[in-house]
């Protein structure tokens, strides 16, 4: 951006809840064609929220109608990530209040993510389907350095959720908790949880406690976002999906509910939808605007 161009209006949207004060607030510029790669960082450091989406024109090639279809980059105050589900969400509710509720496609630097967007008695909800996912093992010695960044004993480990690294657009480390108060005990090593991170090529910690069979409780570090926690996490929330799926801890086919920011005063509420014969996960929720 050119010392003459004029800034971009920035949006502010919350995910994952129909209330402006619950979700994840994320930024949201829909034209970013003008912006180059510090700008946008620069436009997500001064918002603080852990991170922002911003708009391009779609890649040649790209599925679905020409004006219905984005290049899309998220960016933290610290760095871009490769993909961002509740900014994706709040882009998305954005879009349907411009363009009205339907399919949308974007295009992220983890792959091509459809969304659809419905409207039922004046609530927008979004929901996207991840990219394909994995899982896979974490060493030892790394499990042991990430239970002593938060200060857990291995004891407080829940013994039928094996720690795992799993991925749907962005790498997450999963751990889950023996009790709700474990979960809710969150005060880490800021400094050494985000070493480690960057060297396993992390985007967040996904703290999970099971409530029942279908229902969880989660929190989200995110040291290497320049923030303590994230409040609603939707790419950590597919690659939980991916995990229990793969794990055999839920159904092939089935509908999870993550509650999130219950800890930080934000409470939302994230669907994680998985179908039968196909890997890809989905996660949904409300937005709004902020303000």
Not at 10 to 24: E, I, M
Not at 122 to 133: D, F, K, M, W
Not at 228 to 256: I, K, M, N, Q, S
């Amino acid at each position: 951006m050119t010392m003459n161009a004029q800034r971009p209006e920035v949006l502010r949207y919350t995910a994952f809840s129909s209330d402006p004060a619950g979700g994840n607030p994320a930024g949201v510029v829909l034209d970013a064609t003008a912006l180059d790669d510090g700008d946008m960082l620069a436009i997500a450091a001064d918002l603080g929220y852990s991170e922002s989406a911003f708009l391009t024109a779609p890649p040649e090639g790209l599925g679905g109608r020409e004006e219905r279809a984005y290049g899309i980059r998220y960016f933290s105050p610290r760095a871009e990530v490769p993909f961002c589900g509740h900014a994706t969400v709040a882009t998305a509710v954005a879009l349907a209040e411009r363009e009205g509720p339907g399919k949308l496609v974007f295009a992220t630097r983890a792959g091509t993510v459809p969304v659809e967007v419905t409207e039922e008695n004046g609530t927008v909800r979004a929901t996207l389907t991840s990219v394909e996912p994995y899982v896979e093992e974490i060493a030892d010695a790394d499990l042991t350095e990430a239970l002593a960044a938060l200060h857990w004993p291995a004891a407080d480990l829940d013994p039928a959720f094996p720690p795992r690294i799993a991925f749907a657009g962005a790498r997450h480390l999963v751990l889950a908790a023996a009790t709700r108060a474990r979960l809710a005990d969150l005060s880490y090593d800021f400094a050494c949880l985000e070493a480690l991170m960057h060297r396993l090529d992390l985007t967040t910690v996904q703290l999970v406690w099971r409530e029942s069979a279908t229902v969880f409780h989660v929190r989200d570090p995110f040291p290497v976002g320049g923030v303590v926690e994230d409040p609603a996490t939707g790419a950590a929330a597919a690659a939980f999906g991916a995990y229990a799926r793969e794990l055999g801890l839920v159904p092939d086919a089935a509908v999870l509910t993550l509650h999130q920011g219950e800890d930080l005063g934000r409470p939302g509420e994230l669907t994680v939808t998985l179908r039968a014969g196909d890997p890809r996960v989905r996660v949904g929720g409300t937005g709004t605007r902020i303000g």
